[in-house]
């Protein structure tokens, strides 16, 4: 987040006072503040939702009833911290927890908690030695559907996408995110190679069968995939090693006329 002056910033977070008991900005070695802003009165309201900062920081602390954020912040060319501290009951840390995690457009996981949690269910998997499967799809000519259609066009394929995606993995012990713009990332713990290409298969299929109400217009959507199984002997114990992998099958799937599941 940039800003000019230290005035436009505090003006820009004026509503965040509503919802935290303090607020302040420290500078670049966190040894000096340079505003703060305490609320005694907070609202029962649940905090507005900080997704969009994805470099933000999250801890709690040692008696679990007090939530701290930290976001990277650039003023007049110069890096600060705005902290965010929250005292709050569990539910109302939970909902704060749930919203640094969560893609607020298609309600699927976002980006942050990708990093946070495959490298977990990376560990488990080779630790245990069960195999953990990952679907990578994205939604074929997806630029053509905004051009054509429009964004929040875009935006409703999206939503109804990840729809389709969270109803036939929800049996599963698995999770759903949004890896970026039209790609998404389907983790499976403990599932191998032949019951994940299974459900690419079911995914691919329901998307397909589906019927998306646009714009007084029903139109048709497809996905391509691209699916991997990996176990303890396959070295490989990062997001962007996982990633790296599926995007590759991901591009063949592209490159055979799309709307199939490469294995």
Known sequence: MNFNSLNQTVA???????????????????K???????NANISGEAPVS????????????????????????TIDGHPYCLELIQHSEEDSLQHMQKLLITDPLTNLYNRRYIDDQLPIDLAN?????????FIYADIDYF??????????????????????????????????????????????????????????????HAVESKSFYINDHFIKVTC??????LYNTS????????????????????????????V
């Open 12 to 30: 820009s977070i004026k509503k965040l006072r509503k919802f935290y008991h303090m607020i302040r900005i420290w500078d670049a070695t966190h």
């Open 32 to 38: 000096r503040i340079i505003y703060e802003s305490e």
């Open 50 to 73: 900080i997704t969009n900062f994805s470099k933000a920081t999250l801890s709690l602390r040692e008696d679990g009833n007090v939530l701290e954020i930290n976001i990277p912040v």
């Open 125 to 133: 998997a080779f630790e245990e030695n069960y195999p953990v499967s």
């Open 143 to 204: 630029k053509k559907i905004n051009d054509e259609y429009g964004h929040i066009a875009g935006d409703c394929i999206l939503k109804e996408t990840a729809n389709v995606f969270l109803r036939l993995i929800q049996k599963t012990n698995g999770w759903a995110a949004r890896y970026g713009g039209d790609e998404f990332l389907i983790c499976l713990p403990e599932m191998n190679r032949k019951s994940s290409v299974q459900i690419a298969y079911k995914i691919r």
């Open 224 to 229: 391509s995939f691209g699916v991997q199984t």
């Open 235 to 262: 070295s490989i114990h990062t997001v962007n090693q996982v990633i790296g992998l599926l995007d590759k099958k991901l591009y063949q799937a592209k490159k055979k006329s799309r709307n199939r599941v490469v």
